[in-house]
Each structure stands twice: as C-alpha cells, then as structure tokens.
C-alpha cells in the first residue's frame, strides 16, 4: 500500500507555469531551508524561545504551503498565535514534533519527485 502523500506539486507548478527547472529550484531552495527549520524550532523549544519559535513556524509556513502542505501551514500557523500569545505552551513539543515528522516525508516525496522532473 502507497503511503499518503503529504506534498503536492499543484501550486508549484501553477506559479512556475509547469517549468520543470525552475520547479527543481523551488525544491532545492525549500531542501536548504529545512535544517534550519528544524534544528531551529528543536533548539527554540528545547531553550523555551517561544517569540523565535513563533517566528520560525511563521517563516516555514509558507514554504511547506508552496508544496500544499496546507493542514502543516494551518497547525503552525495555531502555533505561531499560541506563542504570540503564550498560550498552552506544554502543546508546543507537539507542533514540533508533528512538524519534523512530516517534513522528513516531505523531503522523501519531493526529493522522488525531483528525479522524474
């Protein structure tokens, strides 16, 4: 059985007119910006920066909407509002966590999805 994708390439081949290499440039630039996605939101969480936090979910919202990954844009979205205003701090581990998962099967589709392009 195929897992369920968690990426779609629909926007980004509406914004780059189907244009296979500007595409891969798009995939490239979202593959640089993951670790610090992730080492950043881990190391927020783990130092209780929750303004920086806050921040970072906000900037990698966008980038992982480009890939339709809109239910992930929406939760950090909740994220990014909860820490503006420091409510149900002890759900935050969750967000991260649930962000880090599905940005490794981001990864892995996109970077299937680079070799066909």
């Known amino acids: 059985m195929t897992p369920i994708r968690v990426t779609s390439l629909d926007y980004l081949k509406e914004i780059t007119g ?3 290499e500007i595409m891969k440039e798009f995939i490239l630039m979202f593959f640089e910006q993951l670790p610090e996605f992730r080492d950043g939101m ?3 969480l783990a130092q209780k920066r929750w303004k ?3 921040e970072l979910a906000h900037k ?3 980038s992982v ?6 239910d ?4 950090l979205k909740e994220l990014q509002l909860k820490t503006q205003r420091l409510e149900e701090v002890e759900s935050y581990p969750e967000y991260v966590d649930r962000f880090i998962g599905l940005i490794a099967q981001a990864e892995a589709e996109l970077q299937g999805d680079m070799d066909k392009l």
Do not use: D, R, Y
């Not at 909407?65 to 809109?70: A, K, L, Q, R, S």
């Not at 992930?72 to 939760?75: E, V, Y």
């Open 18 to 20: 189907g244009e296979s």
């Open 42 to 44: 881990t190391e927020f």
């Open 52 to 54: 920086e936090l806050g």
């Open 60 to 62: 990698a919202k966008s």
């Open 65 to 70: 909407m480009t890939f339709g990954m809109n």
């Open 72 to 75: 992930l844009g929406h939760q």
